[in-house]
């Protein structure tokens, strides 16, 4: 049987989890959610005293199990949805994510699911490294004071307060220069990739918009 799936890249808040999640339910697919595989990692090994700088000391990974359920992560056992969003997680997942043994790691996994589910998958490196033969790319963009005021209504709606639109900004634009100038498998638009700006336009203008073009590719399959 051949598995479909849907790769959305982009800087952080650019929408592409909430079009990913609604995307997914509308397909019937499930929604993989891998920054917050890199974010889950940052948590446990901060957990742990990890050394963070030092890409060999990520070895616990071979003894973590992720496993999303209804488009949430959980983490041995464990619903990373709140813990993942702690400050100290956000301020150390770019160093986490920019080593080799960690992407490699994680990259396997998120391949293994695609490899026996229909996926929508968002993240950085999709389109490019974890599923080259996506059905549909997706590169989304937005303006940074767009971007950040998204990730200051999702923190409220976690009920996390303490950051201000300022001190978001600030972490936005600090882990999107981290994420693309990195260099291995840094942020970037894959070339067969549909670049969206989701400034000007709803995510369900967007959701709808990447449904019809979805089933317009797939088709010619059946
Ligand atoms: O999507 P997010 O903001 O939750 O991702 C958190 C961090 O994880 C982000 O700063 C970069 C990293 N990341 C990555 O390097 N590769 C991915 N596929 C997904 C996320």
Redesign the pocket.
Known sequence: MKFHSVAIDGP?GAG??TVAKNLAKKLNYIYI???????ATTYKAISLGTELDNPYDYGFLDQTEFIFKNGELYMDGVNMTVL?RQKQVADN??LV?SHVPV?NKLVRLQQQIARINNVVM?????GTV?LPKADLKVFMIASVKVRAKRRYEELKALGITGQSLEDLIEDIQR?DD??SSREY?P?RQAEDAILIDTSDISIEEVTKLLYDKFMTKIKGEF
Request: hydrophobic share 25%; net charge positive; glycine share 8%.
């Open positions: 952080a592409k989890s959610d891998t920054g917050a595989m890199y974010r993942n997942v770019s994510s992407r968002d993240g950085r490196d999709i974890v882990r981290y994420d498998n942020l």
